[in-house]
C-alpha cells in the first residue's frame, strides 16, 4: 500500500498544453447500466435477425416477476413458472 502514493503524482492544471486532453472520470456502475442495453433484447433481436437459422437448443425465456403470477400460494408458483416457460 505505501507504493501506491510514490506511483500517483498530481500535475497542475497550468501545466497542461492548451490542445491537450483532459478524460473525464470514469462511469460508475449505475451509470454505465443506463447506457448498456439487456441482454434478452439483444438476444431476442438476433433471433428475430437470424429467422430459422437460430439453434433450436437457445432460447429466450421472458423474466417472470411475482407480479406476473399474482397472489398464488407458494407451492403453486412454482408450478405456474413452469408452465410460462418455453419447451
Known sequence: MSAIPRTLRVVP??????????LPPPLTNQNERAFKEPL??????????????????????PHVTKSAIGKAPEDMRVQLKRLLRER
Open 40 to 61: 434478452i433484447r439483444i438476444m431476442a433481436r438476433r433471433q428475430q435477425e437470424t429467422g430459422d437459422l437460430w439453434p433450436p437448443n437457445l432460447r429466450i425465456e
Open 13 to 22: 492544471k497550468t501545466s497542461l498544453k492548451p490542445g491537450s486532453k483532459v
